[in-house]
Every structure is written in structure tokens, then in C-alpha cells.
């Protein structure tokens, strides 16, 4: 045995990106099996109307995390100090805490006057306040690792929060059966982002320290001096969030809940593969950008073009598997409900390959160009939105319009390329 050591020493990545990327891609993998392991099981167990509700409160959930913290959590990693950037947590924990409370006031005083499709979710929307809490907490400690460098904490709270998320959806089935389904999904949505926040905050190593030194005056300094980053990060946050939550609320406008179920149920399994590479890179890559771009431009242009190489390669094998969806769909979860799913996942591959090789790399926030990334989220959900409504009054069924959508996403990323691109040519 030897030749082990050696073996394992020269696999072992050199660098701090490649060994983070490792780190992330092989949590996310398991993280990613999970649901698509339980896939077959949970679509036995909830119906397509089931998972069409959870697409709209996990539409609602994302569109909530994009205000909640003000996106002060972007300018963690670029922040000067350690100091610094623990203002910033506690200023968009306080933010958070806001939020939730007014989601809470939101629900208490009714829901009336809010769109049919939204008002669909019924009492299950008072899980709401408790998955924001957890996820923007979340999202506010995942900032804190990528400014250190080291994900690993970040790809074990990844597999925590799935493993309780697919438990608890298991488990829940029996217990609400006879009752709306959606229970037990969004409960499941709730324990993963509280369990995976626990393995984030025992893995902070220091954060606890610096936070004891945060005093009003350091707070009120890091609020000053950044709250026009975080001003644009809310608005791109938004923009960006909305040009994905809205679609299965719009789709709901022409489209029964069940169809809204089998656009999101194929959305889970394709990009279930994507999220293994998208986390692996997308955090890897932001730590290096933060890094280089204030101190070696040319090499972060190298890698990036080297990295949107790469990243083409592996979407060839996920558009396959995609395009083959109408032969295994049906008879994998359930040929009865969900055959007509294969052609939904088959008519995503045009978006998919944009996922897979654009969205990762994407990085304006680092240039200081949130203002580009918003103007161009704006135009995708402008696109977005006039494709849907158009479809729908012109009557064309669930796969073709996923088709039109997926022509205008891909579309869109070429943009988003261009203008990566322009700012690495930025002085």
C-alpha cells in the first residue's frame, strides 16, 4: 500500500480554487443525490398539484430572500477587515429580522388582497417566516466562508440541509395524508434551512470573536460606506431572483397546478446536476475574483475563459441526459402523472447549457458593475414575462412554452457573456 500516499498526494489540488472547488463538488454531489434519489419515492407520495403549490412557496421563499438582508452578505467577501465584515452580518441579520417580521404582519392581517395563485398556498404559508429566517441566515454565513477562502464548512451545511429536507418530506407523507401534501414538502424546505445553518455557525471558525467587537460606531461606518453597494446588489438580487420565481407564478395564470408541478418537479431534477457544478464553482470562483481583481486582472480573464471552457465540455453530457428525459421520465417517477414531464425536461436544455456554463462564472458584483448585472435581469424578466403571456392567450401547451422560454434564457446568458467580458477588459 505504499503507492497510496503517493497516489493521493498527487490528486490532491494545488491551488486554493481547485482544492475548493473539490471541497464543494464532492458535498454538492451528495447533496444533489438525495433529492433525486427520493425523487421517484416523494412523486409516489405527493401528486404533481403537490409540488406545483411548493414551487409557489418556494417562489415566494426566494423572492423574500432577495430583500431580506439588503445583500449586504455580497460585500462580505470584499470588505478590508474581518471587523468589517462582521458589520455587515449583524447590519443583515437586523435587515432579516425585519423582513421576517413583516412577512409575519403580512400573513396576519390576510391574504385577500394577494394574487389567486399566491393565495393558493393557504395556511401552509405560515412555514414562510420560519424558512426565511433560516435560509437568509444562511445565506448571510455562506458570505462569511467564501471571505475566508475555505468552503468546506459550506459543502457540509449543503449536505445537512438536504439530507433533513428529504427526511422530513418522507417522513411527513404519512402524517398529512388525507391533508393538502404541500405540508409536508414545505416543512421539509423549513428543517433543511435551519439544519443546514446549524453546520454553517459550528463551522465559523473566529466569527463569534469578531463579532463581540462590533459597536455601534463600526456599524454605523459600515452602513455609510456601503450602503450603495448593497443598494444595487438588493435591486440586481431582485431582478435576478424574479426572472426564476416568477415564471412558475405566471405559468399559473394559463396553466393548472399539477402542469406547474411537472415544470417544477423536472426543474428540481435537472438542475440537480447543475447545482453540483454551479456550487462548486460559482462560490470557488467568486473567492478568486474578490482576490485577483484587485490585484491581477489578466490572470482573473484567464481564468475565466479557461473555467467557461471547461464548464461547455461537462454541459454536453447534462444536455444528453436532458434530451432523453421523454423515454425515462414517465416510467422513473411515475408513468401515470408525471409521462408528460419528459418533454418539459427536454425543451429546458437550451436554458440548462446557459446554467451550466454562464450563471457560475458570472461575477460583475466584484467590478462594481451591479448596475449592468440589474438592467440586464431587468430585460430577462421583461422577455420572461411577454413569452409566458403570449403563450398562454395564444393557447400553446406546457412543453412548448418552456421551449420559447428556454430559446430567450439561452439568449440572455450570451448577453450576460459580452458583458462579463467588457468588465475584464475594464481598466
Known amino acids: 500500500m505504499a503507492w497510496w500516499p503517493d ?10 480554487f481547485a482544492r475548493n472547488v473539490w471541497q464543494v463538488a464532492s458535498a454538492s454531489v451528495l447533496a444533489q443525490a438525495l433529492p433525486l434519489l427520493a425523487a421517484p ?13 411548493l414551487a409557489l412557496f418556494a417562489s415566494v421563499l426566494s423572492l423574500g430572500l432577495a430583500v431580506a438582508t439588503g445583500r449586504v452578505e455580497w460585500s462580505v467577501p470584499n470588505a478590508r477587515s474581518a471587523g468589517m465584515a462582521a458589520c455587515l452580518l449583524v447590519l443583515g441579520a437586523g435587515l432579516l429580522l425585519l423582513a421576517t417580521a413583516g412577512v409575519g404582519a403580512v400573513l396576519a392581517a390576510g391574504s385577500a388582497w394577494l394574487p389567486a395563485a399566491w393565495r393558493s398556498l393557504g395556511p401552509v404559508g405560515w412555514l414562510l417566516p420560519l424558512a426565511l429566517l433560516g435560509a437568509g441566515a444562511q445565506q448571510l454565513l455562506v458570505a462569511w ?30 402524517l398529512w395524508s388525507g391533508l393538502q401534501g404541500l405540508w409536508g414538502l414545505a416543512a421539509g424546505v423549513v428543517a433543511g434551512a435551519w439544519w443546514g445553518l446549524r453546520t454553517l455557525w459550528r463551522g465559523a471558525a473566529g466569527l463569534g470573536a469578531v463579532l463581540r467587537r462590533v459597536t455601534r460606531r463600526r456599524l454605523a461606518v459600515a452602513a455609510r460606506r456601503f450602503r450603495a453597494e448593497a443598494g444595487w446588489s438588493t435591486v440586481v438580487s431582485v431582478a435576478n431572483t424574479a426572472s426564476f420565481a416568477i415564471v412558475p407564478l405566471l405559468l399559473a395564470r394559463h396553466h393548472s397546478a399539477a402542469e406547474v408541478g411537472l415544470y417544477a418537479l423536472m426543474q428540481r431534477v435537472a438542475l440537480g446536476p447543475v447545482g453540483v457544478i454551479g456550487a462548486a464553482v460559482s462560490q470557488s ?15 482573473l480573464r484567464r481564468l475565466y475563459l479557461a473555467s467557461t471552457r471547461r464548464l461547455a465540455w461537462l454541459a454536453l453530457p447534462l444536455s444528453a ?68 403571456e403570449w403563450a398562454g392567450r395564444a393557447g400553446w401547451g406546457l412543453a412548448a412554452t418552456v421551449l420559447a422560454l428556454s430559446w430567450v434564457m439561452a439568449a440572455m446568458y450570451a448577453v450576460l457573456v459580452a458583458l462579463n467580458l467588457r468588465a475584464l477588459r475594464a481598466g
Open 41 to 53: 419515492l416523494l412523486t409516489r407520495l405527493y401528486t404533481p398539484a403537490d409540488f406545483g403549490a
Open 321 to 388: 441526459l436532458a434530451l432523453a428525459g421523454p423515454w425515462y421520465v414517465g416510467p422513473l417517477f411515475g408513468a401515470a402523472q408525471w409521462a408528460a414531464a419528459g418533454a418539459v425536461l427536454a425543451a429546458s436544455v437550451p436554458m440548462l447549457v446557459g446554467q451550466v456554463v454562464v450563471s457560475p462564472l458570472s461575477h460583475l458584483v466584484v467590478h462594481r458593475r451591479q448596475h449592468w448585472q440589474a438592467l440586464w435581469d431587468a430585460a430577462r424578466i421583461a422577455a420572461l414575462a411577454l413569452v409566458i
Open 285 to 299: 470562483f467568486w473567492a478568486e475574483a474578490a482576490r485577483l481583481v484587485h490585484s491581477d486582472k489578466p490572470a
Open 145 to 174: 466562508h467564501v471571505r475566508s477562502g475555505e468552503l468546506a464548512a459550506s459543502g457540509r451545511a449543503r449536505v445537512a440541509q438536504s439530507v433533513a429536507n428529504v427526511a422530513v418530506s418522507l417522513a411527513a407523507a404519512p
Open 7 to 16: 497516489l493521493r498526494e498527487r490528486l490532491r489540488p494545488r491551488s486554493r
